[in-house]
């Protein structure tokens, strides 16, 4: 019998008798003390590489190295969970990965600045202790999610940003290396072809040109149900002025408590005005919405009515997730206990659901 099928029964059972008779656990027989139990959490790890995938910009070469970059990060996140350690290690392990890759928008292939620098954004929060890390505008941090996990284990702080930043990374022993490492040619490119647009006018704003979302994220539920999400960026191709997006900022690209985890990717400002995260996260605690209901809301709904675009992660404590987005594609996988890798790209395809919980 299916436990599902005894909570049913059971509840039958309670409604025929009358709530006293079976109301404590000596009455109740052996099975409905363990139908009551609640499931041990299935863990499972869910993964972006950014809402801006746009076919006609890949190759089936591009296509393939990304799924294959995607599933290595899912793989990596699942062997720390499948050691027991906790959501948060997984996410940083997937992240990491994701960094080193140079097809997103985080860490190694991180997209220019005007000034053509490539400038870093990261952040990353444990839901169980609600304690968090942020970085912002470094450019010498190899893996920025290393930094602001030690920001939020070894600092009395949330988010430092810049030279500040990588004197404590030094401190810390996080990984330095030349800025010269993160360049990557299709990126430069990139920042030409919105610096000849911007010139000749065609850019309606600074940022218009540039929708080049490739921000890493990842949120992951433990075997012990404790949730952590975290996000990774070089931002928006052609931004200024010491500009920072959503991805550091907690609340607005990452956040997660004891309910809820979530990484987004997008057009940051929009996110950040949104309070994009947290605004998910608060539908699910205070109005009872569905993982999909409160994702759907602010992604498919707030932000494009406010005139932005993207996507986000979402996870729940009971292992459900969502991955909306309003833009052509987004990289996208989950993985759960059996440690096999599910991703996709674009919007037409779709990402295989797990069995029902
Ligand atoms: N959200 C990021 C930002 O605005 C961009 C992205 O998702 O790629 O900085």
Same mark, same amino acid.
């Given at each position: 019998?299916?436990? *599902?099928?005894?909570?049913?029964?059971?509840?039958?059972?309670?409604?025929?008798? #009358?709530?006293?008779? %079976?109301?404590?656990?000596?009455?109740?027989?052996?099975?409905?003390?363990?139908?009551?139990?609640?499931?041990?959490? !299935?863990?499972?790890?869910?993964?972006?590489?950014?809402?801006?995938?746009? +076919?006609?910009?890949?190759?089936?070469?591009?296509?393939?190295?990304?799924?294959?970059?995607?599933?290595?990060?899912?793989?990596?996140?699942?062997?720390?969970?499948?050691?027991?350690k906790p959501a948060l290690d997984a996410?940083?392990?997937?992240?990491?990965?994701?960094?080193?890759?140079?097809?997103?928008?985080?860490?190694?292939?991180?997209?220019?600045?005007?000034?053509? =620098?490539?400038?870093?954004? *990261?952040?990353?929060?444990d839901?169980?202790?609600?304690?968090?890390?942020?970085?912002? #505008?470094?450019?010498?941090? &190899?893996?920025? /999610?290393?930094?602001?996990?030690?920001?939020?284990?070894?600092?009395?702080?949330?988010?430092?940003?810049?030279?500040?930043?990588?004197?404590?990374? &030094?401190?810390?022993?996080?990984?330095?290396?030349?800025?010269?490492?993160?360049?990557?040619? =299709? +990126?430069?490119?990139?920042?030409? =072809?919105?610096?000849?647009?911007?010139?000749?006018?065609?850019?309606?704003?600074?940022?218009?040109?540039? =929708?080049?979302?490739?921000?890493?994220?990842?949120?992951?539920?433990d075997?012990q149900?404790r %949730?952590a999400?975290?996000?990774?960026?070089?931002?928006?191709?052609?931004?200024?002025?010491?500009?920072?997006?959503?991805?550091? /900022?907690?609340?607005?690209?990452?956040?997660?408590?004891?309910?809820?985890?979530? *990484?987004?990717?997008?057009?940051?400002?929009?996110? /950040?005005?949104?309070?994009?995260?947290?605004?998910?996260?608060?539908?699910?605690?205070?109005?009872?919405?569905?993982? !999909?209901?409160?994702?759907?809301?602010?992604?498919?709904?707030?932000?494009?009515?406010?005139?932005?675009?993207?996507?986000?992660?979402?996870?729940?404590?009971?292992?459900?997730?969502?991955?909306?987005?309003?833009?052509? #594609?987004?990289?996208?996988?989950? /993985?759960?206990?059996?440690?096999?890798?599910?991703?996709?790209?674009?919007?037409?395809?779709?990402?295989?659901?797990?069995?029902? !919980?």
């Open positions: 019998m299916t436990n *599902s099928l005894r909570r049913k029964l059971h509840l039958q059972l309670r409604r025929a008798c #009358g709530a006293a008779l %079976l109301g404590t656990m000596a009455l109740a027989p052996a099975w409905a003390a363990e139908a009551a139990k609640p499931a041990a959490p !299935r863990p499972v790890l869910v993964i972006h590489g950014g809402a801006g995938v746009e +076919r006609a910009g890949l190759s089936e070469q591009d296509q393939k190295d990304a799924r294959a970059a995607l599933e290595s990060a899912l793989r990596a996140g699942h062997a720390a969970l499948a050691a027991g996410v940083t392990a997937a992240i990491v990965v994701l960094e080193d890759a140079p097809m997103f928008n985080a860490g190694r292939g991180a997209v220019f600045t005007h000034d053509g =620098k490539n400038e870093l954004d *990261s952040a990353v929060m839901g169980a202790s609600g304690r968090a890390g942020a970085v912002a #505008g470094v450019h010498r941090v &190899k893996n920025p /999610i290393a930094l602001a996990r030690a920001v939020m284990e070894k600092s009395k702080h949330v988010m430092l940003v810049g030279d500040g930043a990588e004197v404590f990374a &030094k401190q810390a022993g996080v990984t330095l290396v030349d800025p010269s490492y993160f360049r990557t040619d =299709k +990126r430069w490119q990139q920042l030409q =072809k919105a610096l000849k647009e911007e010139a000749s006018g065609q850019a309606h704003e600074d940022l218009e040109t540039a =929708k080049h979302f490739g921000t890493v994220g990842a949120v992951a539920l075997a149900g %949730l999400a975290g996000t990774s960026t070089g931002g928006m191709t052609n931004k200024r002025y010491g500009r920072v997006g959503d991805s550091p /900022i907690i609340g607005a690209g990452t956040y997660a408590d004891a309910r809820c985890a979530v *990484s987004g990717t997008g057009w940051g400002e929009y996110y /950040i005005r949104a309070v994009a995260a947290h605004e998910i996260c608060a539908r699910m605690r205070y109005a009872g919405q569905s993982v !999909r209901e409160a994702a759907s809301g602010v992604i498919d709904r707030d932000i494009p009515a406010a005139g932005g675009d993207g996507g986000a992660i979402v996870l729940g404590a009971n292992g459900d997730f969502a991955l909306p987005f309003n833009t052509e #594609g987004m990289y996208r996988g989950w /993985i759960g206990a059996d440690g096999v890798p599910h991703v996709a790209l674009f919007k037409d395809e779709k990402l295989t659901e797990p069995a029902a !919980r």
